[in-house]
């Protein structure tokens, strides 16, 4: 069993910055690929990025490739995501996601996150 929780989330404006963390529990937190995933009102979860279990690879829906980063620090447990150039359509809840060792864009992930919301102000 995983548990996930996220934090970070906030108001901010166009062009603002917010960095997105994501604490898992457990000892085995490296044997897990971590992705983020968002949900906009009205509309269905959407990927957003994934890393490998070492963190040698990362994946990134287009709409944030070039402006969203994804990290791990096995060590600490957590996974973040770095937001810059923050666009209104970027607004949405954010969770962060688990799958044992293979690391997928689908949402087949095993354990998720309560999220954590972001708005970006235009």
């Known amino acids: 069993q995983v548990q996930l929780v996220e934090s970070g989330g906030g108001l901010v404006q166009t062009g603002d910055s917010l960095r997105l963390s994501c604490v898992a529990s457990?000892?085995?937190?490296?044997?897990?690929?971590m992705g983020w995933f968002r949900q906009a009102p009205g509309k269905e979860r959407e990927f957003v990025a994934a890393i490998t279990l070492s963190g040698s690879s990362t994946y990134y829906a287009d709409s944030v490739k070039g402006r969203f980063t994804i990290s791990r620090d096995n060590a600490k447990n957590t996974v973040a995501l770095q937001m810059n150039s923050l666009k209104p359509e970027d607004t949405a809840v954010y969770y962060c996601a688990a799958r044992k060792f293979i690391v997928t864009m689908d949402a087949r992930y095993d354990y998720w996150g309560q999220g954590t919301q972001v708005t970006v102000s235009s």
């Open positions: 457990g000892r085995t937190f490296s044997a897990y690929a």
